[in-house]
């Protein structure tokens, strides 16, 4: 009996768990990865700088391709408020840190968020050349969005 339990263990320590497959999801030589989806996603606020989107609830699905491919030309920043409603900042900010733009001060409720500035609005601002970001504080929480060289 011993013997038998032995083997067994060392079966299942030689074997490993197996392959960690998602339900319904074939499997990829590439891999894969998560996408949000925003569940009835509305526009909060619009300005010619950004568009504030809140939802209640997201979602995510399997995508079965690598991530290297994704267009990442949106400039926005995500913020999640859990519980109770918070007073939210985000500014752009220079390499060092300094603002160049406040962008929001606001209360917000509980929800998703995402803050995604108008690359346009961007460019006619004529910037000095440089790295920016988008930065929010809230709810005692700070995010800092890299948004590249502008």
């Known amino acids: 009996m011993n013997k038998a339990l032995a083997i067994i263990a060392i079966s299942f320590l030689l074997s490993g768990c197996g392959s960690k497959s998602v339900y319904n999801q074939p499997g990829s030589e590439d891999g894969g990865y998560y996408e949000t989806a925003w ?7 619009e300005d010619p700088w950004y568009t504030l989107m809140r939802s209640y609830r997201v979602d995510s699905f399997y995508v079965s391709a690598s991530e290297a491919n994704l267009n990442t030309s949106a400039k926005s920043i995500k913020l999640q ?3 109770y409603e918070c007073l939210a900042i ?3 900010v220079n390499g060092r840190s300094e603002v160049v733009r406040p962008l929001l001060a606001k209360n917000l409720g509980p929800g998703y968020y995402k803050l995604t500035v108008n690359a346009g609005q961007l460019s006619k601002e004529k910037l000095p050349p440089g790295n920016y970001y988008l930065k929010a504080e809230y709810c005692g929480m700070s995010v800092i ?3 590249g060289w502008l």
């Open 145 to 147: 969005q890299d948004l």
């Open 39 to 45: 569940i009835d996603p509305k526009v909060v606020l």
């Open 81 to 83: 408020i859990k519980n």
């Open 90 to 92: 985000v500014n752009l």
